[in-house]
């Protein structure tokens, strides 16, 4: 009990020391290569904060675990909207651009569906592997042509604008800053997992419910970490573009591996309880960002809401264990 306390320890103060390198390193390769903070947020930063869920799924899938892969990416999900962005708008509260508001987040929200209905036979194979990379590449091309689009002459440019408050460090430096952050968050969330993951077990608690809580929210610190801190800085378009790719890249890559490594059948509750809770707070955050005409700001009041919805779905799954 001893060692695996001193890991999370160990684990959390490693972790916030590289989310801020990470975010450095991020919003430099930004302000070198012309990139937009959001599209930075949605690619490179999410799928660099979405490794230990990748990581860990095909650890699991491998070891025949595929019940733990599948939680994982389902209860990372329900974490990083109810627990990461509640966390996050209870320090800082993020704007959320109108075009963000109609594109990303409705594109979220039909993937979260269609990802969702795939276990409606309690199976994941092949097949659904193969849709859901498919998905993937279709997003990613999606987004990108998207943030190719020039912005509108008439209205100001809020890239640019933030683009100045973006630090000037030269490509190497970014690229440096960058990777040793990743590596670290990595590093420092295994062992946050590695040390609540063993306290669980000892506790007897279930195998689909670790995966849904401890190991979704161990696997979910470096987007807190890095939404956190990119919030701080008032880097407000990557904290957001953070949660939301992170939750396309966990849907159509994270949950396809067990599909393609290993396919097996999935626990039933996973369909019949945590898909709609996760379907539910993805179409929460959607009413949230839709809420204002002009200018949607996810507020306080808002953090709470999803702070509290997160727990009431943890000591439901606290009840039925």
Same mark, same amino acid.
């Given at each position: 009990m001893l060692l695996t306390t001193a890991a999370i320890l160990i684990g959390f103060i490693a972790l916030l020391w590289s989310a801020?390198?990470?975010?450095?390193? *991020? &919003?430099?390769i930004a302000r070198n290569f012309g990139m937009s903070p959001m599209l930075i947020?949605?690619? !490179?930063?999410?799928?660099?904060?979405?490794?230990?869920?990748? $990581?860990l799924s095909?650890?699991?899938?491998?070891s025949q675990h595929a019940n733990l892969a599948v939680g994982n990416a389902l209860g990372s999900n329900i974490a990083n909207i109810g627990f990461v962005l509640g966390i996050t708008v209870l320090i800082v509260p993020l704007p959320?651009?109108? /075009?963000?508001?109609?594109?990303?987040i409705p594109l979220l929200m039909v993937i979260t569906v269609l990802a969702g209905l795939l276990l409606i036979d309690n199976h994941l194979g092949r097949i659904d592997g193969i849709l859901l990379i498919s998905g993937l590449i279709l997003t990613l091309y999606l987004i990108y042509h998207w943030h190719l689009q020039? #912005? @509108?002459?008439?209205?100001?440019?809020?890239?640019? #604008?933030?683009?100045?408050?973006?630090?000037? !460090?030269? /490509?190497? /430096? *970014?690229?440096?800053l960058l990777t040793?952050?990743?590596l670290t968050m990595i590093v420092s969330?295994?062992?946050?997992?590695?040390? *609540? &993951?063993?306290?669980?077990?000892?506790?007897?608690?279930?195998?689909?419910?670790?995966?849904?809580?401890?190991? *979704?929210?161990?696997?979910?610190?470096?987007?807190?970490?890095?939404?956190?801190? @990119?919030?701080? /800085?008032?880097?407000h378009d990557i904290a957001l573009g953070n949660i939301v790719g992170s939750n396309i890249f966990n849907l159509l890559l994270v949950m396809a591996v067990p599909g393609l490594v290993a396919p097996a059948m999935i626990d039933p509750a996973a369909f019949h309880r945590d898909v709609p809770v996760m379907t539910a707070i993805t179409a929460l955050l959607l009413i949230l960002t839709l809420a204002?005409?002009?200018?949607? $700001?996810?507020?306080?009041?808002?953090? !709470?809401?999803?702070?509290?919805?997160?727990? @009431?779905y943890t000591l439901l799954l606290y009840l039925q264990s």
């Open positions: 801020d390198q990470f975010i450095n390193g *991020a &919003t430099g947020g949605l690619t !490179i930063v999410s799928l660099g904060t979405s490794t230990p869920e990748i $990581m095909l650890t699991a899938s491998i959320v651009h109108r /075009k963000v508001a109609l594109r990303e020039p #912005e @509108s002459t008439t209205q100001p440019s809020t890239d640019s #604008e933030t683009n100045d408050e973006l630090p000037a !460090i030269s /490509k190497r /430096k *970014a690229v440096r040793v952050g990743l969330s295994y062992l946050l997992v590695w040390g *609540a &993951t063993g306290i669980a077990r000892a506790l007897g608690i279930s195998e689909l419910v670790i995966g849904l809580t401890i190991i *979704a929210i161990g696997s979910s610190l470096p987007e807190l970490a890095t939404s956190v801190v @990119s919030a701080l /800085k008032k880097h204002g005409r002009k200018r949607q $700001m996810i507020g306080q009041g808002a953090g !709470i809401l999803l702070v509290a919805c997160y727990f @009431s």
